[in-house]
């Protein structure tokens, strides 16, 4: 009975998968080299090995000023959020644009060649200008890769000159507008108390400044005019208790601020222990009872309880704790218990990631904001602090005695403190005061040096990339035959040609019968040929015609896969061996056994079809003793009568005087003739081709052979290896 065809047969598996590459390595090596060149030449001309070039600007972490020095806002978790600002404006619109219409070495930069090929010039800058920085660190590194290297260096230069001029030149330029509006206000304000302190018969309050005129000059001579002592000492006197009410509440926050310092600490540990027990706690029940039914767990649970009821058995039947066994069994049952832990702890842990991730990060941002408050209560607690100390240290400068009045303060005329016009003027006269103190501390901070400056311009280019352009290009070369053998294993897998013995036996339900190392165009007289076919012959003598087998038929899924060869060789065998036998060239249509006989094609099977013939002028036998019959000349009538009664008189005529009748067939799947014959005999044999017979044209065959329950079916391949032969 004809065995089921295995499932694998259609499966690409290494070993033909090599068959293929050891088929195909010269047009592998001969395409692949061709297309691995193109390929790597392609990629290293369109991935040059990039030149880079680079600028550093340096950041300081706090601003050179003489204001402000004491202010806790200008603390270093200030300076990242700066150094990351002014690492966005480099690449802003205003300074790229800026630096497009620059002029570095004589040539703009919307010239440059590398400019001039983009299409939006602001867009491509903005995608291959680099800003880097790095936490903590007091530089800003504004670098670009490119292919030309003077190119990439000028560029790389505006756009640091483009941001020192539009960001911080003229960050300066407003401060220096701004002072010349202070300056311009200080003049009026001057002008102004020399109209309200020089009114006849009014005396004037000490420490006010002599209105001498209008300075002719700017800057120098508003703030030398605007130079004073001071307001006298009853004023001070009168400052000094609200200067005591204010050292009082910085007392009252220095006391009250230590404590929301030290509640803050315990909140922050508080969450930060909770993290720690959350991210290291036990499992919840919830949790436990889901992996004590997931089913992979309960296999494992149960192989463990078969380990140790198969122990108790075994230690019942032997009554030996320690015999080998018993031992064994135990070992096994402690094993699936240690797998079974380990694989609930997986669980447990997988399932319980996902339910605290949430959790965590909540706590996290939690804690972040804390840990931010925390250091905005400690830099409240310092600048308090400072404050404290500069307030004692003023009023420490105050009168000890405010009932005491000097000699120089009896001489002049103390105004009543509700006078109107008087409170008026040393308000103004304080408001003058500041302006002209911030003016001088805002040109001392105007000529102080920048905060952002150039620490190096773009350095000379270097290339960086030429270990990745060599990697790629080799890479690209490899492709080539890996695209040419992957398009010819495709090819191959697509046609499902047959390539090797092992390859047939699991691909057809048909067993194979023989094996014969001939190849088309190769001589008949091959010893390896002659041998095979004599193995096929003993193989068809010994199983069919020792059974009652007489006719056989010998057919192809397809046209030229040999069947002619196989046909011939093996009636001549069977001849040689003593077997009276008789070839039958039944491929009408296409006949070439006379050829291989030396006979003529004059009459033969249509004749007899036809009935225009008999059987003495039509079979010929040939000196090694066969006896043939050729084709004869085919017609539509040949054609009809090769169905039904006549072809089955016929074969039975054919039968009567010889031990064996080989019929040599058409392709059994384009001929309809070929059916008729082959259900009519008692042997069909399939001949394969290497690489002409196509797998599913051969399975196709195999399955319409089984349908037409031949009693015996087989398999010969021909154009195996001389190895595949000796099988």
């Known amino acids: 009975a004809p065995r089921p065809a295995s499932k694998d047969g259609d499966a690409i598996t290494p070993a033909r998968l090599l068959g293929w590459l050891r088929m195909y390595w010269l047009a592998i090596l001969f395409c692949g080299s061709l297309l691995g060149c193109g390929l790597a030449y392609l990629a290293w001309e369109l991935l040059p090995a990039k030149y880079e070039s680079y600028a550093l600007l340096r950041v300081a972490s706090t601003p050179f000023t003489v204001t402000n020095q004491k202010d806790p806002t200008r603390s270093r978790s200030d300076f990242n959020t700066y150094l990351k600002t002014n690492a966005k404006l480099i690449r802003s619109e205003f300074v790229l ?33 680099l800003v880097a920085t790095t936490e903590g660190v007091e530089t800003i590194t504004v670098s670009m890769k490119g292919s030309n290297p003077e190119d990439i260096r000028r560029i790389v230069n505006a756009v640091q000159m483009a941001y020192m001029e539009e960001v911080i030149e003229k960050e300066i330029h407003e401060r220096q507008a701004f002072l010349t509006t202070v300056e311009t206000t200080l003049v009026r304000l001057q002008q102004d108390l020399a109209k309200m302190v020089g009114k006849p018969g009014e005396p004037m309050p000490a420490g006010l400044v002599q209105a001498g005129g209008v300075p002719g000059a700017l800057p120098g001579g508003v703030i030398q005019n605007a130079v004073a002592n001071g307001p006298p000492e009853w004023v001070k006197r009168e400052m000094a208790a609200n200067m005591v009410k204010k050292a009082a509440v910085l007392r ?34 919830e949790t436990l009872d889901e992996v004590e039914q997931d089913p992979e767990v309960l296999a494992y649970m149960q192989r463990e309880q078969a380990y140790r009821a198969r122990y108790q058995r075994e230690l019942a039947l ?64 310092r600048a308090d602090t400072q404050r404290l100390a500069d307030t004692t240290a003023e009023i420490a400068k105050l009168p000890s005695d405010p009932t005491k009045v000097t000699a120089e303060e009896k001489a002049i005329e103390k ?21 002209a103190h911030h003016a001088a501390a805002l040109r001392m901070d105007i000529g102080s040096p920048r905060r952002v400056s150039v620490l190096q311009k773009a350095s000379m280019p270097v290339q960086k990339d030429t270990k990745k352009q060599i990697l790629v290009t080799i890479f690209a070369g490899l492709m080539g035959f890996a695209i040419v053998g992957l398009a010819l294993v495709s090819m191959e897998f697509k046609a499902k040609k047959v390539c090797n013995l092992g390859d047939l036996k699991t691909s057809t ?6 094996v014969l190392p ?13 041998e095979a076919v004599d193995k096929l012959r003993s193989y068809v003598s010994q199983t069919y015609l020792a059974r009652g087998a007489t006719t056989v038929a010998v057919t192809s899924p397809m046209g030229s896969e040999g069947k002619s060869f196989c046909a011939f060789g093996l009636a001549s065998s069977l001849a040689s061996a003593g077997h009276k036998t008789l070839l039958v060239d039944f491929d009408l249509r296409e006949p070439s056994l006379h050829t291989m006989a030396g006979v003529t094609n004059t009459a033969g099977v249509c004749e007899l079809l036809r009935g225009d013939a008999d059987f003495r002028g039509t079979i010929q036998r040939l000196a090694s003793g ?25 074969l039975s005529r054919l039968k009567e005087p010889f031990d064996c009748v080989i019929l040599n067939t058409h392709a059994l799947l384009t001929a309809a003739e070929t059916v008729e014959v082959a259900r009519r005999c008692e042997v069909v044999l399939l001949c394969t081709l290497h690489r002409e017979t196509r797998m599913p044209m051969l399975k196709r065959a195999a399955e319409r052979v089984v349908t037409m329950e031949v009693p015996y079916t087989g398999v010969v391949y021909l154009g195996a290896t001389t190895q595949e032969a000796l099988c």
Do not use: C
Not at 261 to 267: F, M, P
């Open 97 to 129: 644009n800026k630096a497009l219409n620059m002029e570095v070495d004589g040539r703009r930069i919307i010239d440059l060649p590398t400019i001039k090929a983009q299409e939006n010039p602001i867009q491509f800058l903005d995608e291959e200008v």
């Open 252 to 285: 009252d926050n220095m006391n009250e601020l230590p404590l929301v310092i030290t509640s803050q600490k315990v909140k922050i540990a508080a969450m930060e222990k909770q993290l720690t027990a959350l991210k290291s706690g036990q499992p919840s029940k």
């Open 318 to 381: 032997y009554a030996n704790p320690a015999a080998e066994s018993v031992q064994a069994t135990l070992a096994l049952a402690n094993e699936a218990a240690a797998e079974t832990k380990k694989l609930k702890e997986k669980k447990i842990y997988d399932k319980e990631f996902n339910k605290r991730q949430a959790q965590a990060t909540q706590l996290s941002l939690a804690i972040d904001e804390a840990t931010r408050r925390l250091r905005d209560f400690e830099d409240k607690l």
């Open 415 to 435: 105004p009543p403190l509700v006078n109107p016009e008087s409170t008026m003027i040393l308000a103004q006269d304080d408001i003058f005061r500041d302006m």
């Open 509 to 514: 339900p048909v067993p194979v019968v023989g």
């Open 518 to 530: 001939w190849k088309q165009g190769e001589s008949t007289s091959n010893p390896d040929v002659l």
């Open 626 to 650: 066969l006896h043939f019959l050729p084709a004869g000349q085919w017609s539509d009538e040949a054609r009809m009568a090769a169905v039904g009664g006549r072809l089955e008189s016929l």
